[in-house]
């Protein structure tokens, strides 16, 4: 065991949740063993979706994931708020063969739903890492080449629906997200770089998003010169 990472689906309530935690909460988590651990609550942070380096196994501890919020447009946030909790060694000491734990919450005020239940789920692009390198456009069309690289553990599928691009005539333009349906699906394995070159329709619309996987870019074309 390093850091099990666990997500929270995003509701208004769990996001009260993650707000009302602090110092004294404790956190039990039955690993697929049997045993049953508990991690002390360390600190909140808000970081970039980009940012997949807190994701690294590196110190023993547990990261709660608030997953799935979005803006009000609808698009993911740029940001997402993460519990870390540390793994105290003391709980080590066994007792008839059974790691001793405990879990405690800090007083929490009524509150009409129940709190999210922690379920360890798998995070499919932990590790990911996108890069925009150019757009170039003309004729009627635009193009994007994007490095991807996968510094995680696990295969992931790359699919048209996890590249999307939105154009339009004003900054982090409004509108359909089109998909990247030219884009056959494939697996990128752990290590392995691609780079993923598309070509989309243009109407010489100046600003447009692009949003591959968690990673949100936007552009704006300069005029040509004619």
Request: proline share 10%; net charge negative; aromatic share 10%.
């Amino acid at each position: 065991m390093v850091a099990p990472v666990v997500g929270i689906p995003w509701s208004e309530e769990n996001a009260a949740w993650f707000e009302r935690l602090g110092a004294g909460a404790d956190f039990r988590l039955q690993m697929n063993t049997g045993a049953v651990l508990t991690f002390t609550f360390e600190r909140r942070e808000r970081v970039r979706r980009s940012d997949t380096g807190i994701f690294r196994q590196v110190t023993p501890g547990l990261i709660l994931v608030l997953l799935g919020e979005t803006d009000a447009e609808g698009f993911p946030t740029a940001e997402r708020t993460l519990i870390l909790a540390r793994y105290p060694v003391e709980q080590e000491l066994a007792r008839g063969g059974e790691l001793v734990s405990a879990f405690a919450l800090p007083p929490l005020e009524p509150s009409p739903t129940p709190l999210p239940t922690a379920t360890p789920i798998p995070l499919p692009f932990a590790g990911l890492h996108v890069e925009l390198i150019r757009v170039t456009y003309g004729n009627g069309q635009l193009t994007t080449y994007l490095r991807l690289y996968n510094g995680g553990s696990q295969t992931m599928r790359i699919t048209p629906d996890d590249i999307t691009l939105t154009l339009g005539y004003t900054e982090n333009p409004v509108g359909a997200a089109l998909p990247a349906e030219g884009m056959p699906p494939f697996d990128l394995l752990p290590g392995q770089e691609a780079e993923v070159t598309l070509v989309w329709g243009w109407d010489g619309a100046p600003y447009g998003k692009l949003i591959a996987i968690d990673y949100l870019f936007g552009f704006t074309l300069p005029p040509r010169d004619h």
